[in-house]
């Protein structure tokens, strides 16, 4: 019984991953490889792949940074009181529970150009809504909690005791985390920064209300796909999507490679 259980959890699976990556791969190639080259090569089709590219680099070194920095301080930091930490704890969850879609419409009600502070910038020349700075707010939003649930049970787990060891050794801050503290977490981070490209790669609801979505400005490769299927053009939709869904193969294959490392 435990078998058959087993080969339906895997068949069901199959028809809810697999199916529809086959379905995109076939599509991507309607007319041909010539119609995928068409599809992907595209002067908008470059230009948002470029675009989720670079917000890709952005967000990513953001998060790595700042994600484990403040998992050190939620974990290690003592001066920050009990109700504090917990605060901070729910502010970084604040993500997983609510919809990219309102988050996306948070930043255009705080910074978008009917708003106090988006018409003070724009008149500083800078722009956040409809421009590359909102994208990147919007995804930093979205992908705030992934590096940082990840580290945080890590230096939970390892204690304290060898960074209190080396600090009273006389070792400086900086070199504590890179000759203890780092060794004992880089698994962790790795595994948080695959997450977040991953997720990057598809976020599409903050990124559309942030962005409008405009052509060879702020289109990032998942609104091209919407785009594409809005104006009926499913060959190109389709090829730009088998590109983001070989990415997240490849992403995916990478994440298990790094979780048998951090579980060796």
Request: glycine residues 10%.
């Amino acid at each position: 019984m435990r078998r058959l259980w087993i080969g339906l959890t895997f068949v069901l699976f199959g028809l809810l991953l697999g199916v529809p990556v086959v379905r995109i791969a076939i599509g991507a190639f309607d007319g041909g490889v010539q119609g995928f080259i068409d599809g992907v090569g595209r002067p908008e089709a470059l230009h948002a792949l470029m675009m989720t590219g670079i917000i890709v680099v952005i967000v990513t070194a953001i998060n790595t940074v700042f994600g484990v920095m403040l998992a050190l301080y939620l974990v290690r930091a003592n001066w920050l009181g009990p109700q504090l930490k917990r605060l901070l704890n729910s502010v970084v969850d604040l993500p997983f529970a609510v919809s990219p879609i309102i988050g996306g419409l948070m930043i255009v009600l705080l910074l978008g150009p009917d708003a106090a502070l988006g018409a003070l910038l724009n008149k500083a020349g800078i722009d956040i809504v409809y421009a590359l700075p909102g994208m990147v707010i919007a995804t930093l939003f979205v992908t705030f909690p992934l590096i940082i649930r990840e580290v945080m049970p890590v230096l939970q787990e390892i204690g304290a005791s060898q960074e209190e060891a080396a600090h009273m050794l006389g070792a400086y801050p900086w070199t504590t985390f890179w000759r203890v503290t780092w060794p004992s977490i880089r698994w962790s981070v790795v595994y948080g920064v695959v997450l977040t490209v991953a997720r990057t790669l598809g976020e599409f609801g903050a990124v559309l209300v942030v962005s409008g979505n405009i052509l060879f400005k702020t289109q990032t490769a998942t609104t091209l796909v919407y785009q594409d299927v809005e104006n009926f053009n499913v060959t190109a939709a389709n090829s730009v999507a088998l590109v983001l869904a070989a990415c997240s193969v490849g992403l995916l294959l990478f994440m298990e490679w790094v979780k048998s490392r951090k579980e060796s």
